[in-house]
């Protein structure tokens, strides 16, 4: 299990603090005012409120967004509907949902919603083994996530719900590619795509990881040349990388993945010119300062001009009929990097611009052409691919840079292939002697100004293809008429409607393409005979701007209400899995700033913070099906409850930690949840009178010549509302949170033992016992509620006050701390909290083990660090 220090502690007090029955029925009221003891039964008390809050569905609605009040706009990523929640779900949505709960109480107007990305290949696949339609099976499954969802308390605004199948979700999807078509962000052309063979479907280049299928992690991706309809991705390539420095909230492991995924490189695209020929190479490079030491062009496989140098050569033909497979072999394999590098010379050479040298033109197998122009000139002596080709193939190594050293007569050669970037240029023409980067602002400026070559900025982020072979998604929105070429479906006949009874075979191109009354259509401009795109859209478009829709879910003129966007948006904490790093989270940050140029709305970026939360395993995997090690959370509600399932999900780890699942441990926090009711339960008595001198949510500071043991309970009430605040406010370690809550737990109980005596007020106890009930609130609603209730309390507790908390009573009267002789731990002395350096230094120095180290040795100074340390320097 990965738990922090506090975690393990908390852990201990699960099972050390819960007080046996002989110690819960000691009597620490008077004789007439007796507890009343009952059984915590989680079952007959999360049942009375959930049909109690199923009467109120406006309990969770956020004010309009016209509203005065400061909003907060906490989101869960939507799930698929598979058919149940798992516990890594119930993780998740209880850190989100705890967080909505808290800012409630904090006054805040909170938008916390819920929906369904509910197309996609599991629907149709349980078509095919269920005998069920897709619609069907969906919408089944989404009723009973929804159920679950509502039994774990989780408190989502339900009249917000967006199910991305239903038509009034994803015809504006289709509006959404008419735009795009409109502005040249859509487009058609026919290219390599990624095929997975289980999926029976094209895959953007994001969704194939190690060459392998996204979703079939054993499922091998192979290439096929297909025409698909992609979104220029790439226009906003810059923006995208230069927005990433703006998104401070976000995890730097994220931002860091996004960067290395849109690969910026700066450098020049040089011209080569095809000797004996008018055709011409372009290659990029970032080191153009090299280029006198290129020995060689070199082509992929597939670059257009290879047809024409290979020819008819029956040898070469067979060769690049080899590369070819070759490439793909490793390109499905995801080991394209690793791949034994081959390659041929075919007998053509190109025109170096900068010296006139002709240097041979080769086809290797490890360049492809998704990547720059296709084309690479190779500088074996400064590039370890480069060097790996030509020592294979003989090919000459010239070196044309060397370490600044040899400016000082230094004369041996450096090991090869050298690549650093400070470094000075040799053999190289009149550019000899120059730095690396004079250099290439020189040789750049001079390719330009000579016309073979320009600065150019290149990405590795590729245009998104969305086309999909399947039945269960958008249709896209296009006509292809024999007159009139590729049609668009005018906004007016939107949406185009995916029909319900089709047979889904899962054997490569869409079901839709043999529905003939779906295929043949009228032509909108001609009128003659047309036939309707077949193709559905990726998933990821339901999912790139679901969270705009939530702002007015049921409006049907539009796809969001602009006011309501401008209310509510930026998204202020959005919470989900880092696997949607480089897919989800680019797409819809990329369709953020689609629709702000579309007019829709102002912000350029969805999402202020994004908090990825650890996953949830067992057994020492991650949960799955597969692996046999799935825990139902209905089975955990069944036997412990709502709150104690809840409750360990946000205890057992930092949420941004792996969770180890332990049953047990459930097990543990519903002892802890029985404690503190059977707690309250005894004080009901008092709760009337302690009442009126509670006013308020606000901690209160007790009255003066309090007794030691009132002061150390109003102290560690101050203290535990100070840790749970800043947990929420800063770091999420809700696990420390309710370690703090059990701490005080223990401490009331303790209290008790000195009611009797006047020492401690049962007002007091009491009065504790209400701050207890509302820092619990967002961990166990259904608890917290019932003992808000049961301490005659009928306001609703969702929009209590968050209880303040008093610095000078939260801190320690005394504390321990350690003194130091030369850095080394030799004694401790307790001295009262905030004691001034003058008095610290004299009590250190007074101090019987230290005064001994000291003897005959001279102090230099003494260091000391408020409340922390002393540390004494001598000679």
Known sequence: MFCDDASLAAAKHVKSSIPMPNQEKTDVLNATEQPREQRYEPQRIEQKWYERWQQQPELYRADPAASARKKYYVLEMLPYPSGALH????????????????????????????????????????????????????????????????RLAFSYDWSTEVTTCLPDYYRWNQWFFLKFYERGLAYRRKSKVNWCPECATVLANEQVVDGCCWRHEETKVEQRDLEQWFLRTT????????????????????????????????????????ADSDEKITVFTTRIDTIFGATSIQLAPEHPLVSKLVGNDPDLLSRLDELVQEQRSAREAGSLGEAEKRGFFTGSYAINPF??????????????????????????????RDYEFAKKYDIEIRIVILPRRHEQGEQQEPTLPYTALDSLLI??????????????????????????????????????????????????PVLYCEKCGIVPVPEKDLPVILPEHVEITLQGGSPLANLPEFVNAKCPKCKGRARRETDTMDTFVDSSWYFYRYTNAKLSTAPVDTAAVDYWFPIDQYIGGVEHAILHLIYSRFWTKAMRDLGLLKNSEPVERLFTQGMVIKNGAKMSKNKGNV????????????????????????????????????????????????????????????????????VRSAAPRVSPAARDLERKLHQTVRRVSSDFEGRWHFNTSIAAIMELVNAI??????????????????????????????????????MWEVLGESSELLRETWPNFDPELAREEQIEIPIQVNGKNRSRIIVPAGLGDEEVRERASADDKIRLLLEGKEPLKVIVVPDKLVNIVVR
């Not at 441990?665 to 002892?671: I, L």
Request: no cysteine.
């Open 631 to 698: 825990v139902s959370p209905d089975d955990m509600v069944g036997r412990y409850g709502a709150d104690s399932t809840r409750v360990y999900a946000l205890f057992a780890a930092p949420p941004d930690r792996d969770l180890e699942w332990q049953e047990n441990g459930v097990e543990g926090v519903s002892r802890f949840l029985a404690k503190v009711y059977r707690l309250v339960m005894r004080h009901t008595v008092l709760s009337d009178k302690a009442r009126s001198s509670a006013a308020g949510r606000v």
């Open 87 to 150: 516990m890594g779900h119930v993780r998740n949505y209880s850190i989100g949902d705890a967080l909505a709960r808290y800012m409630w109480m904090k006054g805040y107007n909170v938008l916390h919603p819920m929906g369904w990305d509910a197309f996609g290949l599991p629907a149709e696949n349980a078509a095919l083994k269920n005998n069920t339609p897709p619609r069907e099976w969906t919408l089944n499954n989404i009723a009973n996530m929804k159920r679950q969802m509502k």
């Open 355 to 384: 010296n006139q040298e002709r240097i041979p033109i080769w086809i290797a197998n490890y360049i492809v052409m998704e990547y720059g122009t296709g084309a690479i000139m190779s500088v074996p002596a400064h590039d370890e």
């Open 235 to 274: 226009q906003y390539a810059e923006e995208l990388l230069r927005d990433l420095d703006k998104l401070e909230g976000w995890p730097e492991k994220v931002r860091t993945m996004q960067r290395n995924w849109i690969g910026r490189s700066e450098g020049a695209q040089i011209d080569f010119k095809v």
């Open 749 to 786: 109980t303790a209290a008790e033992a000195h009611v009797a005596s006047g020492a401690v007020p049962a007002q007091q106890i009491v009065s504790t016992l209400r701050m207890l009930v509302l820092m619990l609130a967002p961990f166990a609603p259904y608890l917290a509620n019932e």
């Open 427 to 476: 053999n190289s023409g009149e550019f000899s002697g120059l730095g690396n980067q004079e250099a290439i602002q020189r040789m750049t400026h001079s390719a330009d100004e000579k016309g073979f070559g320009k600065r150019t900025v290149t990405y590795r982020l590729r245009d998104w293809g969305i086309s999909r072979q399947r039945y269960w998604g958008t249709p896209i």
